[in-house]
């Protein structure tokens, strides 16, 4: 029997009319991975943050035991000082600082107040090479990937004499391979005797990597599973509360005409005028049809979209746009929407939403033509509208009042296909349209876009999770460096076909 | 923010019979900033009307306060269009004095030949200012929204080089006095076509009052008006099934408001009337209240100061509305320059400095966020008049003006201070 190095009793943290978490328990072993897996909203965020203090002592109620004694954290240094250590999904670093500079921040290597820069190099090579990571410390952390800076975060732990790793999302903005190397390292850890807390949607990884899985449902503990328990399907039972057997709904397509076409797409890097990003990719979209774009981090999925879209991407962008087998002008954001073309972000947060403002606001924005008359709003047909997309679309909130920042990410995301449905497109792209939300609105998501196949849009899905585009798409195409490599009916695709798609391209390529 | 007044609304139109009313603390809570200010402008104004004897509220010193503000409150409206987007502008000082100073030289400096003499007339001379304060914005805002120089900068030069032009048309001497028509902008009143009535059973000490009745006539129809739009909104509200403020609310509400206005109208009525200032004033603020309300092009502006990534990749013209907001800024400071002018009666070298400052107080007192995104016109007007009636009643006390400018610091932050204070909480 494994001691147990954290054990939280009845955690109840009420926020003004909302009870965020009630009675929660929690234990954690010496030396394991423990997975919290839950909706969005269940609340494991807000319990990660009453035990690094983030939320101090006395603004909940309950007890927090770790390594045998009552803990009582009125900041995140107190945490940080017993060796519990917080990463966030947004990381904490500072971009125009270098890795080693970052690594130390706040933990100056420094006698007197002046920072010795040896002592400090030397000692992140030493923490970059306990987690794997080859650069040089010295480099600014703007230059590198958001996989390596995810490394440079932990590394930044491992200097605080980390004894228990808490992990929020590590993975929701990894590639494939950065995503394994993470896990791998998580394991690594484990054989030396951290343990670690990772707080995932990835049931995947989870089943992979975890000894144990808490599962959060509507801020309660719902049950802690243990290894030879855990299966994809009763995590996902157990998030829910209700099995679902189908994780896409089942549609029946109704293919018309082409819609859209792109015609030798070329676009080049917006700052590096040389570096070609995207390469004669012609694509075509039919009315009522779901088509989704594969490939890796970096194919070049999203810069195509956004470059389509009023050339919000990249430079020197040649190519012809035809919507409903007209040449249209898609030079400007503007112009592309009145074409009929609407492009929903991977990052809603930088660039989908206005996060201070209200539903109402923000479902129309994209289409205040049709609530005005000569420039000007009319209130109530804009109320309407909100209310009515606010419906179709299922987003839960008191009222279109509500500021979208305080949503959860699945509402969010709602909002902001609620404004592109707003737009009435012929053609809408989504990218990501599942990133970072839980289950239960994933599948509502999917609903939305098959009405809307239904209705007779025709859909563009950019997505990294392969499961997704082979569960909810009609046809693929597989990307690869700016190329399309590959394009087949989704009925006979798989995740190794696409795979190989992939890997011949590289062949070829080099 | 939300830029509505009006409570939460969570019916729908398809259920109309969901249709209710907030409870009086939901509705009085949702809306609890915009009436903190005011209270806290009313209360200052207590305060004062206590501390100096009464004089604070004399007709001829609510008029004064009016005057002396105009143009504080005229460039606010402006400011707050170019803080909600997310920019400052350092500039607006040294513009109104600028255009100040070529008001007086159109009009009184230059001696034209016979066939440009048009030129010094003061319509046209107000014009030409009107149309040279917008092309400096147009200008400056050329720069930060197309360019991308961020607005502090291009605004710190803008607001040397147009203290430099002043000194320069000046050479370095006040010009005037100014045309009389001119010197109506600021000093004049409406003229009385109703005729005065007296009211001989107010008399005090023996003087008769003598209203100013069409300043009377004219607050009667603002009222009438004022609550006929609202019965009427209200109204439509209903009817479409959305929720309203409870009715005990919305009668307090209107109730209070036309007895605001009642007051003021008196104490105007029994001076001299409305001041042409207040006029165009009065229409400015309905205008741009109107303008962040319901026009697109307001919306757009919040917008883009709340997300200006997600403004464009919406559809807006981000670069345009930038460009348009500081054209509208310095169309703005244009008209105070010349308001300031015809108060003081001569534009001198020294004028407009430092009312940047003031202005740009104003708008956060009124509760605008420095990060863009938030703010409303009413609340930088009323931040204006906490400013202005503290300068006011300090002044008639007789406090200090080094007092006066560390008091007038100590609120700012203090306003700034317990409006984040509260943000955090309820957050």
Redesign the interface.
């Known amino acids: 029997m494994t001691k147990t190095i954290l054990e939280m009793r009845g955690i109840t943290k009420t926020f003004p009319g909302v009870k965020a978490l009630s009675d929660v328990n929690l234990d954690v072993r010496e030396g394991e991975i423990h997975a919290i897996c839950g909706e969005n909203g269940a609340g494991k965020s807000t319990l990660m943050k009453v035990l690094s203090g983030v939320y101090p002592t006395g603004s909940y109620d309950g007890q927090i035991i770790y390594q045998g004694e009552e803990q009582h954290f009125k900041s995140i240094s107190d945490s940080e000082h017993k060796g519990i250590v917080i990463i966030h999904q947004e990381l904490a670093l500072v971009p125009l600082l270098s890795i080693a500079e970052n690594i130390f921040l706040g933990n100056e290597q420094a006698k007197g107040g002046i920072i010795d820069w040896d002592e400090t190099r030397d000692g992140a090579r030493k923490l970059l090479k306990m987690v794997g990571l080859k650069e040089d410390p010295d480099t600014l952390i703007t230059n590198i990937g958001v996989g390596k800076q995810q490394l440079v975060e932990i590394a930044k732990a491992l200097s605080k004499q980390v004894q228990l790793l808490i992990l929020d999302e590590p993975t929701a903005s990894l590639s494939e391979k950065d995503s394994q190397a993470l896990l791998d390292l998580l394991l690594e850890f484990k054989k030396r005797g951290i343990t670690s807390i990772i707080i995932s949607h990835k049931l995947n990884e989870i089943s992979r990597i975890a000894d144990r899985v808490t599962v959060i449902r509507d801020g309660k503990s719902i049950e802690t599973m243990n290894t030879e328990d855990i299966t994809e399907d009763r995590i996902i039972t157990s998030m829910v509360g209700r099995a679902l057997n189908d994780r896409y709904p089942s549609r029946t397509p109704n293919v018309g005409e082409v819609v859209l076409e792109v015609r030798n797409w070329n676009v080049f890097h917006p700052q590096h005028r040389e570096r070609q990003i995207i390469r004669d990719v012609n694509i075509s979209l039919r009315k009522g049809e779901v088509v989704g774009i594969a490939g890796l981090m970096g194919s070049g999925r999203t810069e195509f979209a956004m470059s389509v879209f009023g050339k919000s991407y990249g430079q020197k962008i040649s190519g012809e746009v035809f919507v409903n087998g007209q040449k249209v002008d898609t030079s400007s954001v503007d112009k592309s929407i009145r074409n009929g073309i609407a492009y929903a972000t991977e990052d809603r947060k930088t660039y989908g939403l206005n996060l201070i403002d209200h539903i109402k606001h923000n479902t129309t924005i994209a289409n205040l033509m049709g609530v005005s008359r000569w420039g000007v709003i009319d209130d109530l047909a804009e109320l309407d509208a909100a209310n009515d997309y606010r419906k179709k679309t299922n987003i839960r909130s008191s009222s279109v009042y509500q500021v979208v920042g305080n949503l959860s990410g699945g509402n969010q995301q709602k909002v902001v296909l609620s404004k592109w449905l707003y737009a009435n497109p012929d053609v809408l792209i989504l990218d990501e349209p599942t990133r970072g939300i839980d289950v239960g609105a994933k599948y509502e998501i999917y609903t939305i876009i098959n009405q809307l196949a239904a209705q007779g849009k025709a859909i563009l899905v950019i997505s990294s999770e392969m499961p997704e585009l082979l569960g909810i798409t009609d046809r693929l195409y597989v990307m690869n460096e700016g190329r399309i490599v590959g394009e087949m009916p989704t009925s006979e695709a798989s995740q190794e076909k696409i795979m190989r798609s992939i890997v011949r391209a590289e062949g070829k390529a080099s | 923010?939300?830029?509505?007044t009006a409570p939460?609304?969570?019916?729908?139109?398809?259920q109309p019979a969901q249709a209710h009313e907030m409870t009086l603390m939901g509705a009085l809570r949702a809306n609890m900033r915009d009436y903190g200010l005011l209270l806290a402008l009313i209360l200052i104004m207590l305060f004062f009307q206590y501390f100096t004897n009464g004089v604070l509220f004399k007709p001829v010193n609510l008029t004064n306060i009016i005057l002396q503000n105009s143009y504080i409150i005229v460039m606010a409206l402006g400011m707050l269009l170019v803080i909600v987007a997310g920019h400052i502008d350092l500039s607006v000082g040294s513009v109104s004095g600028f255009i100040g100073a070529l008001a007086a030289m159109l009009m009184v400096g230059w001696n034209f030949p016979p066939e440009l003499a048009f030129l010094a007339h003061p319509l046209v001379a107000g014009a030409i200012c009107l149309v040279a304060g917008a092309a400096i914005g147009a200008a400056q805002g050329y720069i930060i929204a197309y360019h991308r120089v961020p607005a502090f900068i291009v605004t710190l030069a803008g607001m040397l080089i147009f203290k430099g032009l002043s000194l320069a048309i000046l050479a370095g001497k006040s010009v005037g006095p100014f045309p009389a028509e001119f010197q109506m902008l600021s000093a004049g009143f409406i003229p009385d076509i109703v005729g005065p009535i007296t009211m001989p059973w107010l008399a005090e000490n023996g003087q008769n009052v003598v209203l100013h009745s069409t300043t009377m006539v004219i607050a009667i129809l603002a009222i009438v008006g004022m609550v006929f739009f609202s019965i009427r909104g209200r109204g439509?509200?209903l009817a479409?099934g959305?929720d309203v403020e409870p009715f005990s609310l919305f009668i307090i509400k209107n109730v209070v408001i036309a007895a605001l206005v009642l007051f003021f109208a008196y104490m105007l009525a029994s001076y001299r009337g409305l001041p042409n200032v207040l006029v165009v004033m009065g229409v400015l603020i309905a205008f741009f209240v109107f303008m962040t309300k319901?026009?697109?092009?307001g919306?757009?502006i919040?917008?883009l100061g709340?997300?200006l990534?997600?403004?464009?990749?919406?559809?807006?013209?981000t670069e345009r509305t930038t460009f348009y907001i500081f054209a509208i800024m310095g169309a703005l400071a244009a008209l105070a320059g010349m308001i300031y002018a015809a108060r003081l009666n001569s534009a001198t070298p020294k004028a407009g400095q430092g009312l940047e400052l003031d202005v740009i107080a104003a708008v956060f007192i009124g509760g605008a966020?420095a990060l863009g995104?938030?703010g409303q016109v009413a609340g930088a007007v009323i931040g204006a008049f906490i400013m202005g009636v503290m300068n006011n009643g300090m002044s008639i006390m007789g406090v200090n003006i080094d007092w006066q400018q560390m008091i007038k610091g100590v609120v700012l932050l203090a306003a700034v201070f317990f409006d984040l204070y509260n943000k955090n909480r309820?957050a």
């Open positions: 923010m939300t830029t509505e939460t609304g969570t019916g729908s139109a398809a439509r509200r479409r959305y319901r026009l697109t092009f919306r757009r919040y917008a709340g997300n990534k997600a403004a464009a990749l919406s559809g807006i013209k966020s995104g938030v309820s």
